[in-house]
T-cell receptor, first 114, second 113 residues
Framework: DTGVSQDPRHKITKRGQNVTFRCDPISEHNRLYWYRQTLGQGPEFLTYFQNEAQLEKSRLLSDRFSAERPKGSFSTLEIQRTEQGDSAMYLC????????????FGPGTRLTVL | KNQVEQSPQSLIILEGKNCTLQ??????????LRWYKQDTGRGPVSLTIMTFSENTKSNGRYTATLDADTKQSSLHITASQLSDSASYIC????????????FGTGTLLAVQP
């Protein structure tokens, strides 16, 4: 499968625990985006990387959230001290930077915080 | 504030019927407008993409229109099938260096036999 993959697909955790999600983009794509989607809403932009550089972060990304893309390939999104309000689908997308290309989405990670 | 609004919020139609979904946007700068299909529990999949100069684009039974003057778009689905049941999301790209996407809240379509 040469599409965007995300792991895990589902995560249930207790409030206060830390969680980490992984995204593997399409191999030749140098841009990687993270979005959050709550029930009944469209995805909202969180952050994006070009290669290993994190170029923009939304104000939605509180200091409990951190994203990395250390080698410019896969990316991780960590949420520390999870809260019930963090329950959502976390979507990853990848694209070519030049020309600005279509973003291809992964299947998402569904997080439930109890 | 950049916004994308969609209507209706939800729609139920019988298999074989046609339907039209609406999208209004206030996004500037504007690069392109896309319609995505999102099955429950899955990531969005692109159906069509239109730039400022395009006013219609088809993809099989899906036809999207764009009026850049009124900042409105529609997605018309012809001869609906059960597999069309999904959320349809209108997305506008701001363009520029980020190419940030502004998503609508989607129209939830249910096609019944």
């Amino acid at each position: 499968d040469t599409g965007v993959s995300q792991d895990p697909r589902h995560k249930i955790t207790k409030r206060g625990q830390n969680v980490t999600f992984r995204c593997d983009p399409i191999s030749e794509h140098n841009r990687l985006y993270w979005y959050r989607q709550t029930l009944g809403q469209g995805p909202e932009f969180l952050t994006y990387f070009q290669n290993e550089a994190q170029l923009e972060k939304s104000r939605l990304l509180s200091d409990r959230f951190s994203a990395e893309r250390p080698k410019g390939s896969f990316s991780t999104l960590e949420i520390q001290r999870t809260e019930q309000g963090d329950s959502a689908m976390y979507l990853c997308a990848s694209a070519l930077a030049l020309p600005p290309g279509e973003q291809f989405f992964g299947p998402g990670t569904r997080l439930t915080v109890l | 504030k950049n916004q994308v609004e969609q209507s209706p919020q939800s729609l139920i139609i019988l298999e074989g019927k046609n339907c039209t979904l609406q999208c209004n946007y206030t996004v500037s700068p504007f690069s392109n407008l896309r319609w995505y299909k999102q099955d429950t529990g899955r990531g969005p999949v692109s159906l069509t993409i239109m730039t400022f100069s395009e006013n219609t684009k088809s993809n099989g039974r899906y036809t999207a229109t764009l009026d850049a003057d009124t900042k409105q778009s529609s997605l018309h689905i012809t001869a609906s099938q059960l597999s069309d049941s999904a959320s349809y999301i209108c997305v506008v790209s701001e363009g520029g260096a980020t190419n940030k996407l502004i998503f609508g809240t989607g129209t939830l379509l249910a096609v019944q036999p």
